[in-house]
């Protein structure tokens, strides 16, 4: 099992729908988790951090799942801009307690 | 955007060819990090360094050697390059071991 798993997709989901990734991770002593966007042929930008009481920022939603160990990103209305890579990262949990990084969830938003 | 400068950006070279890549901060962070990013995987790290002239391995460190002599530069070193080394390498800095981590935009190598 890999420590930090992510549908590979890719989801194709109309413009104005709400789109939902999970992440599953192997380590219940994880502390930190956040999800990064990353376009195509581009380097990753932090999207948001994920905290134990979730979070939102504008149409995006994060929630931690500590006892199923996921997480999970919430996009409402989804817009033609947000069509990218999401890379769900989790840590620390490696013997160097160094961040570990899912392959990433591709989405593709369509007219 | 933070100030991380990776060079070069593109670099096509010959197996055992020695390369360099820097990566340049204007952050002052303390944690610099160098990953590699191939199709299917996710961002896997080389090394990384958590001060000047200290630094420690990550997942797929065999092949590479990192050195930081100043807060601001990180520099990644193929000794002898394989074509297995072809990737797009990524420089990160971050403030601290658990904080989220930015990046460069990024290096394509090509080994021939």
């Known amino acids: 099992r890999k420590e930090v798993e992510q549908d590979p997709g890719p989801f194709n989901v109309p413009e104005g729908a709400t789109v939902a990734f999970n992440c599953t991770y192997s380590?219940?002593?994880?502390?930190?988790f956040f999800w990064y966007r990353q376009d195509c042929r581009k380097e990753p930008k932090l999207l948001m951090s994920v905290y134990s009481s979730g979070n939102e920022d504008g149409r995006f939603t994060a929630q931690l799942n500590r006892a199923s160990q996921y997480i999970s990103l919430l996009i409402r209305d989804s817009k033609l801009s947000d069509s990218a890579t999401y890379l769900c990262?989790?840590?620390?949990?490696?013997?160097?307690?160094?961040?570990?990084w899912g392959a990433g969830t591709k989405l593709i938003i369509k007219p | 955007d933070a100030g991380i400068t990776q060079s070069p950006r593109h670099k096509v070279t010959e197996t055992g060819t020695p390369v360099t890549l820097r990566c340049h901060q204007t952050e002052n962070h303390r944690y610099m990090y160098w990953y590699r990013q191939d199709p299917g995987h996710g961002l896997r790290l080389i090394h990384y360094?958590?001060?000047?002239?200290?630094?420690d391995k990550g997942e797929v460190s065999d092949g590479y050697s990192v050195s930081r002599s100043k807060t601001e530069d990180f520099l990644l070193t193929l000794e002898s390059a394989t074509s297995s080394q072809t990737s797009v390498y990524f420089c990160a800095i971050s403030e601290g071991v658990e904080q989220p981590q930015h990046f460069g935009d990024g290096t394509r190598l090509s080994i021939l």
């Open positions: 380590n219940s002593a994880s502390q930190s």
């Open positions: 360094s958590y001060g000047v002239k200290d630094t």
């Open positions: 990262v989790v840590g620390p949990m490696d013997s160097n307690y160094q961040l570990i």
